[in-house]
């Protein structure tokens, strides 16, 4: 045992050196630094940032780095490194309406106080290779022509659909109590909004626009429209215990979406539209808007639909959004499981000579 323990440590050492190697390539090639990942890999930095659980741009720009591109292994780099800060204090809620919009749609209404802004998106593009990326050298891109967006709060969609009554209120009741922190308490069930929504910030992308697919296939109850999603810059404010009083720390960039659901009632509630929320770091239109999708679908139970779908059961979808909880379940198989095997081997084996030569009534009397 000790010299396979010896030679099994000396691999791994190997193996770091050659992940090493793997990880920097052709090294006549020039090093892909972390300013560029940051710069030039937004969206894949916002992701890890958002499923890693901490705003920090460039940290997440060091993990993609350190995972050579495997998004899933940043995430748990980051959310490993979370693990080890302390916690200084907690912030006020964002307020979203005094957003500073880079970019606001929404598929409900075409003219909406404040515009129509559509800022950065794939939407129209031709998704044709641009063969153009190809050349060396620097490449200068072109100048925007957009007006810049004037500053101060923008009204939601919901607020004019509230007007008439038709979407439903969900004014925060007296003595609410603060949200289960996700990372600190393990999730139980059955898990209340505020608690789903943690754990649907944190999940997986693809394992979350599956479910909301789902929902589209009619795998749900539920008829979406997309009242609005926001990208922008939003203040983060504390209230420190020696002042009183909130103070503004710094702006994060966040992508916020509001699903409008059709509901066609209950024995307590009128017809009516519902909602579907989804906020993620940086620009992760794909993710909010799943998560939006998602959070309608698990509100079933609480407005009366039958739970009949994946994506409507809160242990199913809650329990395996985790990519760090799933990647790591998966990839344990990898590991060593030769004692494991080997009873399953002497297993198999006794059940082969059992079926070859079945025993007569009369042999297992005589036994």
């Known amino acids: 045992m000790y010299v396979a323990v010896k030679g099994g440590?000396?691999?791994?050492?190997?193996?770091?050196?050659?992940?090493?190697?793997?990880?920097?390539?052709?090294?006549s090639q020039p090093e892909l630094s972390v300013a560029q990942i940051r710069q030039q890999l937004k969206l894949a930095v916002d992701r890890v940032m958002t499923e890693g659980s901490v705003y920090d741009p460039e940290l997440a720009a060091l993990a993609i780095k350190q995972a050579a591109g495997d998004l899933v292994e940043a995430i748990f780099l980051l959310r490993a490194?979370?693990?080890?800060?302390?916690?200084?204090?907690?912030?006020?809620?964002?307020d979203t309406r005094c957003m500073g919009l880079d970019r606001r749609i929404?598929?409900?209404?075409?003219?909406?106080?404040?515009?129509?802004?559509?800022?950065?998106?794939?939407?129209?593009?031709?998704?044709?290779?641009?063969?153009?990326?190809?050349?060396?050298g620097p490449v200068t891109p072109p100048a925007a022509a957009a007006d810049p967006v004037p500053p101060g709060p923008t009204p939601r969609v919901v607020d004019l659909l509230n007007q008439e009554g038709l979407i439903e209120t969900r004014p925060v009741p007296p003595g609410d109590p603060a949200p289960t922190d996700l990372t600190r308490e393990p999730l139980r069930f059955p898990a209340n909004r505020a608690t789903r929504l943690q754990n649907l910030a944190r999940g997986d992308e693809g394992f979350l626009l599956a479910m909301a697919y789902s929902t589209q296939r009619g795998y749900s109850h539920s008829h979406p429209f997309v009242g609005e999603v926001r990208l922008g810059t939003v203040a983060v404010e504390i209230v420190p215990e020696e002042l009183g009083f909130a103070i503004d720390i710094g702006d994060i960039e966040i992508t916020e979406c509001e699903m409008v659901n059709q509901f066609a009632g209950s024995?307590?509630?009128?017809?009516?539209?519902?909602?579907?929320?989804?906020?993620?770091?940086?620009?992760?239109?794909?993710?909010?808007?799943?998560?939006?999708?998602?959070?309608?679908?698990?509100?079933?139970?609480?407005?009366?639909?039958?739970?009949?779908?994946?994506?409507?059961?809160?242990?199913?979808?809650?329990?395996?959004?985790?990519?760090?909880?799933?990647?790591?379940?998966?990839?344990?198989?990898?590991?060593?499981?030769?004692?494991?095997?080997?009873?399953?081997?002497?297993?198999?084996?006794k059940m082969r000579a059992a079926a070859a030569h079945p025993t007569t009534p009369a042999e297992e009397d005589a036994a």
Do not use: C
């Open 106 to 136: 929404s598929a409900t209404f075409k003219d909406l106080p404040g515009g129509q802004v559509l800022g950065p998106t794939y939407d129209y593009t031709q998704r044709l290779l641009d063969f153009k990326l190809l050349a060396e």
């Open 9 to 27: 440590e000396a691999a791994i050492l190997n193996s770091y050196q050659l992940l090493a190697r793997q990880r920097r390539g052709d090294a």
């Open 267 to 349: 024995k307590s509630q009128p017809p009516q539209f519902t909602r579907g929320y989804g906020l993620a770091f940086g620009h992760s239109e794909r993710k909010a808007m799943a998560m939006s999708l998602v959070d309608r679908a698990l509100r079933a139970d609480e407005l009366g639909e039958p739970v009949e779908s994946p994506a409507q059961m809160q242990e199913f979808v809650l329990g395996h959004s985790d990519s760090l909880e799933a990647s790591g379940f998966v990839q344990h198989l990898k590991l060593p499981h030769y004692v494991d095997f080997q009873s399953e081997l002497e297993l198999v084996r």
């Open 81 to 94: 490194y979370r693990a080890t800060l302390p916690r200084l204090g907690t912030t006020r809620p964002l």
